[in-house]
């Protein structure tokens, strides 16, 4: 007879931001008890220490009598077992994030990575989670399925499971709806400027138009789960989504189109990397990272399709999409990063570089995102090039969902490219080799003009001359936050931290470095002087030209007739 495991989490600590929870394993006959915390939590490729938020740890047997206990690592504790084992702890939750869990009076919303101890060894076991609201009104809004005849009790088939469906409690707003015969609730924390009318209509567009490219939906209820407060971000799971973002930056269009492109984008996960997944995120290691090349498909086919379905659904026209394409474009270019991290170094590398920006982060690594992005509309063009345009980016996920994610396998990571290769119906070799495994410029024009389209570069109006810094104001002081690799501060030995005095001579501020910089010339060898660790430095700076600061992707009027065509299939009617 298998142990039966029953969690129960109150929150009657919510002044205190303490969640209590106990853990009661029934059956337990091992000889060793080892309880693990999650060092992380799917979707989130960072060791987060989960664990540091754990306090008051205590076990007793079935009789109440205390178990002996030790913690043996920083995130796993033995007990002594006995038949039945009651584990109690408290979890400090005060971290709004999507990732993390947080209780406060308006609300509890915890990730059970976050929340729940296991027991090693039975990770592949059911669990029933109780939940205790501290007031009788509040509500319950998570993807578990309930227990019926146990109030708030929902059961996990296996500990993935109970990770990947967050809870949201609270008196938040419930609004659910029917897409397509299945059911979705919108389950929605915090004010915000948003026209729910506008956006249940295009939510309602997104899921019809991510599910017409898979031929339907995977599942019979889906769970939105929204905080509108400070801070933006999204992460998927198998049959829910959590989206976090800034409560007033709803409005105008802009700032709306890029909640719907998050939505688009945490939405289409449930398929791409929660059904449709890699080999090497197939089965969770939950105490350590867990290396993959994929990332760059994982997360840079979905940034690519967020800003797609939008469009097909009606939401925003071609001009939209080539204008968020030329920001891209914009984003990865002005990284020096892209000439020394390629993207699949970036995708294997996430759990010690993405998700920690430093200093010297824009001049040694690429995000998987962006350039992911990127590669995947290049990847789509190449596709559609290549057959003539009978097939595209869209038969790729089509056939990895056919095959993998339908039948619930996960796929070799180079299977990736051979089914590219499939839809493409000629090698690709060499476009892997230079965009995934080089640090090769992408290549941009060749790929729009076969679409009739042409990348413009700008500059600032009035750009200054090349120095190549970034600052910040820092309590009066200018302080430099970032030098360029390759930049002339770099070669002159300009380093972050230096207090920027004065450019020139002239006393200069984080405001007015612009404006210093714009007396001079290229080629003009200009004085800085600095403090830095407290000591005068003065050196001396070769001024460059100055670098292109945005790019834009714009309609080619010249370009051939086939061209347009080409352009009009990928882009739909919209295309003027």
């Known amino acids: 007879m298998q142990p039966e495991i029953r969690y129960r989490v109150g929150m009657e600590g919510y002044r205190a931001h303490l969640f209590t929870v106990e853990l009661s394993i029934a059956g337990w006959t091992a000889e060793h008890l080892v309880l693990q915390m999650p060092v992380w939590t799917p979707g989130s490729y960072l060791v987060r220490e989960y664990s540091r938020h754990l306090q008051d740890f205590e076990a007793h047997d079935g009789e109440g009598r205390p178990l002996p206990w030790t913690k ?77 005849g146990e109030a708030f009790t929902y059961r996990a088939e296996h500990f993935d499971a109970l990770v990947d469906c967050p809870f949201e409690v609270g008196t938040h707003r419930i609004i659910p709806f029917t897409v397509l015969g299945k059911s979705h609730t919108l389950a929605v924390w915090g004010k915000s400027n948003l026209d729910y009318n506008r956006y249940l209509s295009d939510l309602e567009g997104i899921i019809l138009a991510e599910a017409k490219l898979f031929g339907g939906l995977p599942y019979e209820h889906y769970l939105f789960i929204v905080h509108f407060a400070d801070g933006y971000g999204g992460l998927e799971h198998r049959d829910s989504t959590t989206l976090l973002y800034p409560r007033f930056e709803l409005k105008p269009d802009e700032k709306y189109f890029k909640f719907v492109c998050l939505t688009a984008h945490e939405f289409f996960h449930l398929w791409n990397v929660k059904r449709i997944r890699p080999s090497t995120l197939d089965r969770f290691d939950y105490g350590s990272e867990n290396y993959t090349r994929a990332l760059w498909f994982v997360e840079g086919v979905t940034s690519y399709y967020d800003e797609i379905f939008p469009l097909r659904a009606g939401i925003y026209g071609a001009a939209q999409y080539l204008k968020l394409l030329g920001e891209h474009i914009t984003r990865l270019q ?33 995000s998987y995102y962006l350039k992911g992005q990127l590669v995947a509309c290049l990847l789509d063009l190449h596709i559609r090039l290549e057959s003539g345009g009978v097939r595209s980016l869209d038969d790729v996920l089509r056939r990895l969902w056919e095959e993998y994610g339908s039948h619930d396998r996960a796929y070799p990571e180079d299977a990736l490219e051979t089914v590219a290769e499939q839809a493409a119906g000629c090698p690709l070799g060499a476009f892997f080799d230079r965009t995934l495994r080089s640090t090769d410029e992408l290549e941009y024009e060749r790929y729009l003009a076969a679409f009739g389209l042409r990348l413009v570069a700008q500059h600032e109006a009035d750009a200054p001359p090349y120095l190549g810094v970034r600052t910040q104001d820092r309590e009066g002081a200018t302080v430099i936050q970032t030098v360029e690799a390759l930049s002339p501060a770099q070669q002159a030995g300009i380093s972050p931290g230096d207090e920027l005095v004065a450019v020139g001579g002239w006393k200069v501020t984080h405001g007015s470095l612009k404006e210093r910089l714009g007396v001079f010339a290229p080629g003009d060898l200009v004085e800085c002087t600095l403090f830095r660790r407290d000591e005068l430095v003065q050196v001396m700076v070769p001024l460059e030209a100055p670098r292109p600061s945005r790019y834009r992707v714009e309609i080619d009027a010249e370009a051939p007739a086939e061209a347009h065509a080409r352009l009009r299939a990928w882009l739909g009617p919209t295309v003027s």
Request: glycine share 4%.
């Open 72 to 148: 043996t690592a920083k995130h796993t504790w033995q007990v002594e077992a006995a038949p039945t084992v009651h584990v109690r702890y408290r979890i400090y939750a005060h971290e709004l994030t999507v990732r993390t869990s947080h209780l406060d009076a308006s609300h509890a919303y915890f990730n059970g990575a976050c929340l729940f101890l296991f027991p090693e060894g039975a990770e592949a076991l059911a669990s029933t989670v109780t939940v205790v609201p501290p007031r009788p009104e509040w509500r319950v809004s998570t993807a578990l399925q309930p227990v019926a």
């Open 334 to 366: 002005t990284t020096p990063g892209r000439l020394v991290q390629s993207l699949s170094e970036a995708s294997f590398d996430t759990w010690i570089k993405q998700y920690r920006p430093g200093e010297n982060s824009p001049n040694s690594q690429v």
